[in-house]
């Protein structure tokens, strides 16, 4: 059973930055890809960064330039650094984990909330 605990959300000006951290926990780290994802109030979940097993990152338009995220595989930690928030980020974010070879169940982590405010 994997665990994924995500924290460093918060209430932040337009312009600033914030990090989140997923901790991960339960299972081989290095064997999974792990997404951040966000949903802000009555919108669907949004797909903002993918790294994989080999740290190959992939974001979504919308982030590209601000966003950066990564994978600590001595820490079990993934982070996405955000700068340049904007208003339109704020969102619960959520961080998912899934094996490599897409065999087994999704995991998802409780979620933390960015609020940005101008």
């Known amino acids: 059973q994997v665990q994924l605990l995500e924290s460093g959300g918060g209430l932040v000006q337009a312009g600033g930055s914030l990090r989140l951290s997923c901790s991960f926990s339960?299972?081989?780290?290095?064997?999974?890809?792990i997404q951040w994802y966000r949903q802000a109030p009555g919108n669907e979940h949004e797909l903002v960064a993918t790294v994989t097993s080999t740290s190959n990152t992939n974001y979504t338009e919308s982030v590209k330039g601000r966003f950066t995220i990564s994978r600590d595989n001595t820490g079990n930690t993934v982070y996405l650094q955000m700068n340049r928030l904007k208003s339109e980020d704020s969102a619960a974010y959520y961080c998912?984990?899934?094996?490599?070879?897409?065999?087994?169940?999704?995991?998802w982590g409780q979620g933390t909330q960015v609020t940005v405010f101008s």
């Open positions: 339960g299972r081989s780290f290095r064997a999974y890809v």
């Open positions: 998912k984990a899934y094996h490599y070879t897409r065999t087994g169940p999704g995991y």
